[in-house]
């Protein structure tokens, strides 16, 4: 009777004076690490639905504060009147702020956790895992904590220039910044036929 290939595992292996882990075959399930221009192309297809989110967001910060502060927020909608804006300030401007990036962290972090992606990582082959397994692919999605940090690091990353993605060119494994503290990684998923 013929015996049928085995699929070769990958073991994974851990040198006792590094933290990098390396495995001796990644098999046919591994699945690269995604690169920097892959990344800002599906941030820039969500900017598209944080643009909508951010502008809902201010849209009710706007009608809550016409609510709480009538008279002062009255002068906007009206004509002729000497102010023709809002003017967040002190700890306004600051709670504004604030639930703004709740309102765009909770988005990442729902698609994170429900798929690994959001939308613009769908149509870029995107998808967010844990760091803990060796072969990329084979990995759950990250946790709350981990999809947490890489939405309070990420963007002080992003508006340093890009430092985060300068990082990810030098990076031998083609990690980001964020990816590494978070410790997840992006990879491509292959293409469905």
């Known amino acids: 009777m013929p015996q049928t290939p085995q699929p070769d595992t ?9 933290s990098v882990e390396t495995t001796r075959d990644s098999g046919p399930l591994a699945l690269p690490i995604a690169r920097p221009l892959r990344r800002i192309a599906a941030l820039v297809y969500d900017l598209f639905l944080l643009a909508a989110i951010s502008l809902s967001y201010a849209a009710i910060f706007f009608m809550i504060q016409v609510v709480t502060e009538g008279d002062a927020a009255m002068q906007v909608l009206t004509e002729g009147k000497e102010t023709t804006r809002l003017k967040y300030a002190g700890p306004l401007r600051y709670l504004f702020l604030l639930g703004w990036w709740l309102c765009l962290a909770l988005f990442y972090s729902w698609c994170w956790r429900r798929s690994g992606q959001t939308l613009g990582m769908k149509t870029w082959h995107l998808c ?13 999605f990250a946790s709350w904590q981990q999809c947490w940090i890489r939405c309070l690091v990420a963007p002080p990353a992003l508006l340093c220039g890009g430092l985060s993605y300068l990082y990810c060119l030098f ?3 083609g990690h980001c910044l ?4 978070s410790q997840t990684r992006v ?4 293409k469905v036929k």
Not at 128 to 140: A, K
Not at 178 to 181: A, E, F, G, N, P
Not at 187 to 190: A, E, F, K, N, Y
């Open 187 to 190: 990879v491509v998923l292959p």
């Open 171 to 173: 990076n031998r494994e």
């Open 178 to 181: 964020h990816d590494i503290w």
């Open 10 to 18: 990958a073991e994974p292996s851990k040198d006792q004076h590094s």
């Open 128 to 140: 967010l895992e844990r760091n803990d397994v060796l072969v990329p692919g084979t990995s759950p």
